[in-house]
């Protein structure tokens, strides 16, 4: 089983850079691909970002893609979501989750098995 606490979400201007961690107990966190979903106000939840286990291979969301950046450091059980240039339309709950899974990233939030609670980003104008 992995628990997962999301940080580093905040209320910030347009334009401005955010970094989210994720914080996995565990110590099997290097099996796990991770991956990280966003939930905006009236909105589904969508896929932002997901990494292997490894951290080999990333994978993002198009409308995503150069402004954020996913990363893991093994040797803390932490993941990561870089996000520069936010935009008011990035505001959300961002959520991390884990999949068991030795290879390969996933965009479907069904593949993954554990998730954290939400950490809040929002983003003025």
């Known amino acids: 089983q992995v628990q997962l606490v999301e940080s580093g979400g905040g209320l910030v201007q347009a334009g401005d850079s955010l970094r989210l961690s994720c914080a996995a107990s565990?110590?099997?966190?290097?099996?796990?691909?991770m991956g990280w979903f966003r939930q905006g106000p009236g909105k589904e939840r969508e896929f932002v970002a997901a990494?292997?286990?490894?951290?080999?291979?990333?994978t993002y969301a198009d409308a995503l893609k150069g402004r954020f950046t996913i990363s893991r450091d093994n040797a803390n059980n932490t993941a990561y979501l870089q996000m520069n240039s936010l935009l008011p339309e990035d505001t959300a709950v961002y959520y991390c989750?884990?999949?068991?899974?030795?290879?390969?990233?996933?965009?479907?939030?069904?593949?993954?098995?554990?998730w954290g609670q939400g950490t809040q980003v929002t983003v003025s104008s």
């Open positions: 989750a884990a999949r068991q899974s030795w290879a390969g990233t996933s965009s479907s939030d069904r593949q993954y098995d554990y």
């Open positions: 565990g110590r099997t966190f290097s099996r796990y691909g």
């Open positions: 990494i292997s286990s490894s951290g080999a291979s990333t």
